[in-house]
C-alpha cells in the first residue's frame, strides 16, 4: 500500500520531536512528518529536570552540549533560612545536598529547548509543517491513516502507516476517540480541592490589605 510518510507526528515540541529524532536514530529509512501549529513556541515557566529526565536527554538524546552552554545547571533542590527579614544572603542557614549530584540536573528554558529539538529533527531528516493546523484526521488501522491540515492558508492531505499524537494537554487524539476522561482523584481537580476566590497572595489588593504580609513575602506565590 503506497503512503506519503510512514510517520506523521501531530506537535513539534519536546515530545513529537524527540520521538521523531528517535525515530530517525533507529530507522534512517523512515519517512517522517512533523505537525506543528505554532510558528514559535511561547515561553512557559521554567521548568527543573530530576536526574532520569536529564540522563534521557543527555545520554539518550544527545543533548549534552546544549543542556550545558544554554541552560542552567542545578544541584537538585537547596533552602536558605534566616533569623531576620534583612539578613545577609550569605550568612542565611543553607540546607541542601552535601555532595554533588552524580547526574546533572537542569532549569531549562521550554521554548529554547523545544525549538533546539525540533531543529534537530528536522536536520536528522524529518519533514516540518510550520504553522500548520491540523482539521481531519482519520484513522483506519492497517489500511492507513489521513491528516488533513492547513499549511500557508493552503490544505493539505497525507496518508501515512502510524500517527503519533504529540498534542500534550490538548489530547487531540484521545478526545477524538472517545477515551479522555479527567482525572478528579487529582488534588488538582478534584472537588474537594477545588478553591473559588483565590488571589496571588502577593497581589496589589492584599498587598493594600494585609501590607506586613506583603513586604514579608520576597517572591511571587500562588
Known amino acids: 500500500m503506497d503512503f506519503d510518510y510512514d510517520v506523521v507526528i501531530i506537535g513539534g515540541a519536546f515530545s513529537g520531536a524527540a520521538?521523531?529524532?528517535m525515530l530517525k536514530r533507529k530507522r534512517p529509512e523512515a519517512r517522517v512528518l512533523i505537525i506543528e501549529k505554532n510558528a514559535e513556541f511561547d515561553r512557559k515557566v521554567g521548568e527543573?529536570?530530576?536526574?532520569?529526565s536529564s540522563c534521557y536527554?543527555?545520554?539518550?538524546?544527545?543533548?549534552?552540549q546544549h543542556l550545558g552552554h544554554e541552560q542552567i545547571g542545578k544541584?537538585?533542590?537547596?533552602?536558605?533560612?534566616c533569623k531576620s527579614p534583612d539578613q545577609r544572603f550569605d550568612e542565611c542557614v543553607e540546607i541542601g545536598t552535601r555532595y554533588q549530584s552524580r547526574l546533572q540536573t537542569f532549569q531549562v528554558d521550554r521554548a529554547k529547548l523545544d525549538s533546539h529539538l525540533l531543529e534537530r529533527a528536522v536536520e536528522a531528516g524529518c519533514d516540518l509543517w510550520r504553522p500548520a493546523k491540523v482539521t481531519k484526521c482519520e484513522l483506519n488501522g492497517g489500511n492507513g491513516q489521513t491528516v488533513d491540515a492547513v499549511?500557508?492558508?493552503?490544505?493539505?492531505?497525507?496518508?501515512?502507516?502510524?500517527v503519533v499524537?504529540?498534542?500534550?494537554r490538548a489530547a487531540m487524539l484521545?478526545?477524538?476517540?472517545g477515551h479522555f476522561?479527567?482525572?478528579t482523584e487529582h488534588p488538582i481537580n478534584a472537588v474537594w480541592a477545588r478553591f473559588t476566590g483565590v488571589k496571588d497572595w502577593d497581589s496589589y489588593d492584599w498587598r493594600e490589605r494585609f501590607p506586613e504580609y506583603a513586604v514579608a513575602c520576597r517572591t511571587a506565590r500562588s
Open 19 to 21: 520521538t521523531a529524532l
Open 48 to 52: 527543573s529536570t530530576t536526574e532520569v
Open 57 to 64: 536527554m543527555a545520554r539518550i538524546l544527545g543533548l549534552t
Open 75 to 81: 544541584q537538585g533542590l537547596r533552602f536558605w533560612f
Open 151 to 162: 499549511v500557508d492558508l493552503a490544505e493539505r492531505s497525507v496518508r501515512a502507516r502510524w
Open 165 to 168: 499524537d504529540a498534542t500534550g
Open 174 to 177: 484521545a478526545r477524538k476517540l
Open 181 to 183: 476522561r479527567q482525572n
